[in-house]
């Protein structure tokens, strides 16, 4: 059976934590930030994890 290949866009979006959790970015962050509230800019600039479930999955994509 050959490699499994990394997903290379989920890679740029992703990161897997030191004990295996995965985080991510908060979308809309990219244009239009005139219109948001201060306090919706500073919500986004966190990171957020994903369900157990949904992040094998994504493990699986990165081949970690």
Known sequence: MPKLK???G???????????????SKPGKSHLMSG???RLKGHMRKKKGVSTAF?????RALNQ
């Open 6 to 8: 990394t997903h290379k």
């Open 55 to 59: 992040a094998k999955k994504m493990k």
């Open 36 to 38: 948001k509230s201060g």
């Open 10 to 24: 989920l890679k740029k979006r992703i990161k897997v934590t030191a004990k295996g959790k995965v985080k991510r």
